[in-house]
C-alpha cells in the first residue's frame, strides 16, 4: 500500500527540541524529494521544507519562520524522513504532514506538534 | 518569500460552474510554478487535486479541472456537488521556499 506515516508528536516546552519521523511506503522512496508541510489549530496549510532525492543533490529548502531551527533529513534504507525541531515556540502549535509532491500527490495523516509551558 | 493569494470565500450553486484563483506576488504564475490544487473537508488531512498546473490524479473527480488564467493559477469547478463544499489551498514552487495560499472557503449553496 502506497502511504506515508508521521509519528513523534506530542507536548514540549517552549525552547525545547522535538524530532518527527515519516515513514514512506509502497514507492521508490530513494526518487522522492520530500516535503513537510503544517497547519496550526483553526489556520491555513503552511509550507515549511522540503528535503531532494540524493541523486537530485538530497538539498533542503526551510520557510523563513522555521529557517535555522528545523532540519530535515532522509535516511533511504529505512525510507524514512525526519524533522528536527528545536528552539520550539508557541507558533510552531500544528498539525505536521509529510508529504509527496508530483504524480503520486500523497499525504500522511499528520500528528500533532503542541509547544506550550 | 512570495506571498501566494486566493479568493477568502466563495459561494457556487449546486450544479454551477466556480473559478478559484492563485496569485503570486513576484508577478504571474506560469507553469514553472508547477501549481498545485488541495482540498481539505473539516476534520480530514488535505488531499491533493491537481499538480503541475493541469494534471489530475486518479481520485480526482472529472468536474474538477486545473489551467492558467490571466496570470493566475486556477481551478475550475463545473457542476459544483455539496460534497465539494471544502477549503482549498493552492502551493506554488519557487526555486528557494514553496508558498502556499492562504486558502478559499468554497460553500455550495
Known amino acids: 500500500e502506497v502511504q506515508l506515516v508521521e509519528s513523534g508528536g506530542g507536548l514540549v516546552k517552549p525552547g525545547g527540541s522535538l524530532r518527527l519521523s515519516c515513514v514512506a511506503s509502497?514507492?521508490?522512496?530513494?526518487?522522492?524529494?520530500m516535503t513537510w508541510v503544517r497547519q496550526a489549530p483553526g489556520k491555513g496549510l503552511e509550507w515549511v521544507g522540503r528535503?531532494?532525492?540524493?541523486?537530485?543533490?538530497?538539498?533542503?529548502d526551510y520557510a523563513a519562520p522555521v529557517q535555522g531551527r528545523f532540519t530535515i533529513s532522509r535516511d533511504d534504507s529505512k525510507t524514512t524522513v525526519y524533522l528536527q525541531m528545536n528552539s520550539l515556540k508557541t507558533e510552531d502549535t500544528a498539525v505536521y504532514y509529510c508529504?509527496?509532491?508530483?504524480?503520486?500527490?500523497?499525504w500522511g495523516q499528520g500528528t500533532l506538534v503542541t509547544v506550550s509551558s | 518569500q512570495a506571498v501566494v493569494t486566493q479568493e477568502p470565500s466563495l459561494t457556487v450553486s449546486p450544479g454551477g460552474t466556480v473559478t478559484l484563483t492563485c496569485g503570486s506576488s513576484?508577478?504571474?504564475?506560469?507553469?514553472?510554478?508547477?501549481p498545485y490544487w488541495f482540498q481539505q473537508k473539516p476534520g480530514q488531512a488535505p488531499r491533493t487535486l491537481i499538480y503541475?498546473?493541469?494534471n489530475k490524479h486518479s481520485w480526482t473527480p472529472a468536474r474538477f479541472s486545473g489551467s492558467l488564467l490571466g496570470g493566475k493559477a486556477a481551478l475550475t469547478l463545473s457542476g459544483a456537488q455539496p460534497e465539494d463544499e471544502a477549503e482549498y489551498y493552492c502551493?506554488?514552487?519557487?526555486?528557494?521556499?514553496?508558498?502556499f495560499g492562504g486558502g478559499t472557503k468554497l460553500t455550495v449553496l
Open positions: 508529504i509527496r509532491l508530483g504524480a503520486t500527490g500523497l
Open positions: 509502497g514507492f521508490t522512496f530513494s526518487n522522492a524529494w
Open positions: 528535503i531532494k532525492s540524493k541523486t537530485d543533490g538530497g538539498t533542503t
Open positions: 513576484t508577478g504571474s504564475v506560469t507553469s514553472g510554478h508547477y
Open positions: 503541475d498546473t493541469t
Open positions: 502551493l506554488l514552487l519557487y526555486s528557494g521556499p514553496s508558498v
